[in-house]
């Protein structure tokens, strides 16, 4: 055989082969996939969703009006009776149609999913079955690699929490749900102490809590503790009291004060009867008394003129021991008589002037 006969059947037997092989290549492409959404970070099946494929051009809302024929193979031998159709309880769905650009729409309760322009290509390896290729950038079907286009949502800085906030998580917007701490969510409460106290002037070391005895009263109203002295006894001035009594800490409990009459020249007072110049009396009261006695004379302008008040008390002269006026008209005297004690005042001319003179007040602060 010569060379340009071997040459024409080399050539022939390779036509015939490449021939086949076109003759055997598909003219349609499968796609096995399964629908599925993200949930809160985590990709779930859509079970019994709705897909529809539909031409280029259409949209989510006109998608189902244009479906195009899907098959059940990639010979697009037979065709499936329904477009659009539903996924199984796992999302899986599978459909075949000629190449080219679709509209592919999936419905379900967790939305609407359309993507405008899928292709349906294959390098033909496979036998003709796609898998793992339909994304969307407005939510999410089919198993990803890679970086999704639905990462570009979040690609922004989201509102931060506030000072003494935390964030329990994010919000459909991607901003911080913000919180604040309880002391609930605390492994333990922290010691809080008072302010600085201190003791004439010396601090006193800081500690949780204040207290108050009982020699002060503490009550509390809206927003403050008051304290302040508990009322004890009777409040008031006191004059010549006769007896004071006090508690543990001083404070007066009790008082008991003199009453005043006004002249025991008329009145009867502690000595039993009304008092007069030199006569002695005896304090039958159960507590000291005081007296004062006042006396009065002419008054002379020569000098030498003198008298003379003397109180005596048990015996003893006391008081101001005696008065001398040099006739200046007036003169008095103050003493205390302890109870049961006996007691007298007397007025006396000294010398000078006339003998015209007496006792004009008694007064007993009893």
Known sequence: MNRSVKRIIALTALWLVAAAAFAQAPIGVCLNNVAQTISN??????PFATVALCTLGSTASNCVANKVNIYTSNALSTATPTNP??????????FCAAVGHYGVLISSSYGNYFVPDFALVDDWSKGGTMTGALTDAAGFIGPLSGNASTASASNYSPTQCGSGLYSQGDTTSWAANCAQVNWSQLGSVPSFYYQNVQ??????????????DGTVVATNSTGKTSVGLPAVGTSGMYSNPTSITTDANGRVTNVSSA???TNCLTTSCVGGSTYSSGTTYTNTSSHAVLEEVTMSYETYSTQGCEYELIAIVNGLTVGQNGVHNDCGGAATDTFKVPAGATFSATVTHVSGGSSSFSITSWAELN
Request: charged residues 5%; glycine residues 16%; negative net charge.
């Open 259 to 261: 009453s005043t009459q």
């Open 85 to 94: 159709f539903t996924t199984d309880a796992g999302g899986n769905y599978f």
């Open 41 to 46: 970070g985590v990709i779930a099946p859509i």
């Open 199 to 212: 003791e004439a002037g010396s601090g006193l070391t800081q500690q949780p809590i204040l207290n108050f």
